[in-house]
T-cell receptor
């Protein structure tokens, strides 16, 4: 257990379904991230939240909708996904100091399969 | 060309061998991170460094800022070291990581 908890660990959903991924941290970090890892590709940043404000949206399609209700929780709401969205979705947190020298803690990821 | 390049992409070695994984980057950075990803998918942070060298157990990470290059070394490798090792950099003042494509390491008994 790293201190960042993601649920569910595995998710299979149809293209017309709506589901949500959840991430929780109690490390006192003030920044949280969603990353996507597709097969044979480097991790890609999706969203960054700092102090509960979205500070980056990395050209992610609108079928992915993040939500950060407080500094400990981060959600990724999914709707009308495509099979190519099947991937490992990783949440991370850090204590953002504005210097770029923050250590990151990652969750175990949610393995998403869209059928 | 990716901003962060790792080599080799795949590495297979025998237990006990000395392992070196390399990372080169092309942008100005605040820090460089070495991460370990096991087959289940979870990622563990091994090192964050912005200069010099760090050591933790059998793992050593070095960085040369002038040459924009870092290496991760594993001494006395063991099958449990088998994983994907990922190099990532954080830009100056930036809140995000840019990742290399990873090096898949397999240590055979």
């Amino acid at each position: 257990e790293t201190g960042v908890t993601q649920t569910p660990r595995h998710l299979v959903m149809g293209m017309t379904n709506k589901k949500s991924l959840k991430c929780e941290q109690h490390l006192g970090h003030n920044a949280m991230y969603w990353y996507k890892q597709s097969a044979k590709k480097p991790l890609e940043l999706m969203f960054v939240y700092s102090l509960e404000e979205r500070v980056e949206n990395n050209s992610v399609p609108s079928r992915f909708s993040p939500e950060c209700p407080n500094s400990s929780h981060l959600f990724l709401h999914l709707h009308t996904l495509q099979p190519e969205d099947s991937a490992l979705y990783l949440c991370a947190s850090s204590q953002d100091t504005g210097t770029g020298k923050s250590g990151y803690t990652f969750g175990s990821g949610t393995r998403l399969t869209v059928v | 060309k990716n901003e962060v390049e790792q080599s080799p992409q795949n590495l297979t070695a025998q237990e006990g061998e000395f392992i070196t994984i390399n990372c080169s980057y092309s942008v100005g950075i605040s820090a460089l991170h070495w991460l370990q990803q096991h087959p289940g998918g979870g990622i563990v942070s091994l090192f964050m460094l912005s200069s010099g060298k760090k050591k933790h157990g059998r793992l050593i990470a070095t960085i040369n800022i002038q040459e924009k290059h870092s290496s991760l070394h594993i001494t006395a490798s063991h099958p449990r070291d088998s994983a994907v090792y990922i190099c990532a950099v954080s830009g100056q003042g930036a809140q995000k990581l840019v990742f290399g494509q990873g090096t898949r390491l397999t240590i055979n008994p």
